[in-house]
């Protein structure tokens, strides 16, 4: 199974996103019966996220085809296969992290991993999948402690290059809440000497500052973003989605990334796969295996399609005919 999954994901590029979908849906619909989705999910994300970030070297546009397909299983099978994208991300941010900050090489093999996974992160977050607040958690992991170094500017500046557009546009709150924070934690530095006049740290840090100021002033363009018009254009269209949007799956993180752990039956309920069945009730089910009932009794019965279970769950979990066709 791992050999045909590093197949599909050394194939991927922009331009074989969607052959690319389908054949990782058929192994996933094959694998999920056997394992459940939660093992499915850790399966797949070990093997994506090492075709994704664990080369330091790279294409940002390869990397986001990776982040589109996470996106996809997501919408697909489950709040689960968000969930271990986003932790699985974070466990490998933390420690390329370390090891660049013990190295001193903000630049050297675990600095450019740890960037990648910052970059992964936030487009997950552009693309829909992840919500503003758990942005804001990494950002603040980033600064814990108020510790600046040359490889945490390098990441706060990536993630506000990645998810900066979106959190501006769609959680202004999180992101003036974000801009604030770093911009106290930057000036903190360089006010109490922790980035000295001429240091390298000083130069990055008035950057950071600068690149602060004309976020706030709207001085800023996000052109970066503008290269992954045709991955997201491909995500609003993709036939393998039949017109579902990933913001509507939109992965709820209800504890602070990378510095709380997550709640034990978490990521039950977060996202739903079944739209709400009536109004006598939302039914949500997040085909997490044993995060809902209903769905690991679908996939129990082998029922492999999305289709298939999402009906085996309006039917056994309504109330009556009435609330069924509802």
Request: charge should be negative; glycine fraction near 10%.
């Amino acid at each position: 199974l791992n050999r045909q999954l590093c197949g599909i994901m050394n194939r991927v590029s922009e331009g074989n996103l969607d052959p690319s979908a389908r054949e990782l849906s058929g192994a996933l619909g094959k694998l999920i019966p056997d394992i459940g989705s939660s093992a499915a999910a850790e399966t797949l994300l070990q093997v994506l996220l090492a075709a994704a970030v664990g080369d330091p070297n790279v294409s940002v546009l390869v990397l986001g085809c990776h982040a589109s397909l996470a996106a996809v299983t997501h919408v697909l099978f489950g709040a689960a296969f968000g969930a271990a994208a986003m932790l699985q991300g974070g466990k490998l941010l933390s420690r390329h992290l370390s090891l660049a900050e013990v190295s001193g090489e903000p630049t050297g093999e675990d600095g450019r991993i740890a960037k990648n996974c910052v970059t992964f992160e936030s487009l997950l977050f552009s693309f829909g999948l992840l919500p503003g607040n758990a942005i804001f958690d990494m950002v603040r992991y980033i600064f814990d402690g108020g510790l600046v170094s040359e490889i945490r500017v390098e990441l706060a500046l990536t993630a506000l290059r990645y998810a900066g557009r979106g959190l501006r546009a769609e959680c202004p709150e999180h992101f003036k809440e974000m801009l604030n924070f770093v911009t106290s934690t930057a000036s903190g530095a360089r006010n109490s000497g922790a980035a000295p006049e001429g240091s390298d740290v000083r130069t990055r840090v008035d950057y950071l500052l600068r690149e602060l100021q004309d976020l706030k002033n709207n001085k800023v363009s996000f052109a970066a973003m503008d290269r992954f018009e045709a991955i997201r254009s491909w995500l609003r269209s993709a036939p393998l989605l039949s017109g579902k949007k990933v913001s509507d799956h939109q992965l709820a993180v209800p504890f602070r990334f990378l510095d709380e752990d997550a709640p034990a039956d978490w990521p039950s309920g977060s996202s739903s796969n079944v739209a709400s069945l009536g109004s006598r009730g939302s039914r949500s089910s997040s085909a997490t295996g044993g995060g809902d009932p209903l769905r690991a009794l679908a996939v129990k019965q082998r029922l492999s399609t999305e289709l298939r279970q999402s009906l085996f769950v309006a039917v056994m979990g309504a109330e009556d005919f009435e609330h069924a066709s509802e």
